[in-house]
């Protein structure tokens, strides 16, 4: 059964603390790993897609790195508005959803 | 305005009753879909559809019925609501497979 774990569950930071949050994924054939940002009381707005081990992307504090058995999102000098759960998906014949991560900067 | 809308916002219904969750979007998708989030589960999938004519069952579809009235509604109903029922329910749309999933704001359902 395809299986999406992410961890930890949550991680608070002190502002500028960099850090990484694991998605670990087995799937027999990966079409793609999502990353989404959700705020409380909204719904998940989208980040990046990989599609290949060793693909990497970037965007602001933000970049998302590519394994054949994980992703690793790396967040550079967090600030507290980067304060979120992270969501991870991978796609292979469907879609599912890691339980996500919530993440807390404090100032 | 929002590209993906959801109504209504929040609900509190009774254990029986019949609901309605209804879902517009403005993008241009063949590809919506109604998904379900718990504390503690994650996102999960209820039902898709892929254009007008064609409705698909997600995993856990159960309790829960469709309808795709135009390429940019498709509602979602729960025919006699239970009180496990109560969670947070988004709707989502897409470009095309395998594509990145456009989420409206959610709808916060109690069953009481």
């Known amino acids: 059964e395809d299986q999406v774990t992410q961890s930890p569950e949550a991680l608070r930071l002190q502002e500028g603390e960099s850090s990484s949050l694991n998605c670990s994924y087995t799937v027999s054939g990966l079409r793609g790993l999502f990353w989404y940002r959700q705020d409380p009381g909204k719904g998940p707005e989208f980040l990046f897609t990989l599609y290949s081990a060793g693909e990497e992307k970037e965007k602001e504090r933000l970049k998302a790195t590519l394994t054949k058995k994980e992703s690793f999102l790396h967040i550079t000098a967090p600030k507290p508005e980067d304060s979120a759960t992270y969501l991870c998906?991978?796609?292979?014949?469907?879609?599912?959803f890691g339980k996500g991560i919530t993440l807390s900067v404090r100032p | 305005d929002a590209d993906v809308t959801q109504t209504p916002r929040n609900r509190i219904t009774k254990t029986g009753k019949r609901i309605m969750l209804e879902c517009s979007q403005t993008k241009g998708h063949d590809r919506m879909y109604w998904y379900r989030q718990d504390p503690g589960l994650g996102l999960r999938l209820i039902y898709y559809s892929f254009d007008v004519k064609d409705i698909n069952k997600g995993e856990i579809s159960d309790g829960y019925s469709v309808s795709r009235q135009a390429q940019a509604k498709f509602s979602l109903s729960l025919e006699s609501a239970i009180p496990n029922q109560t969670a947070l329910y988004f709707c989502?749309?897409?470009?095309?497979?395998?594509?990145?999933?456009?989420f409206g704001s959610g709808t916060q359902l109690s069953v009481l």
């Open positions: 989502a749309t897409s470009l095309g497979p395998g594509e990145k999933l456009f």
């Open positions: 998906a991978v796609h292979d014949s469907k879609l599912t």
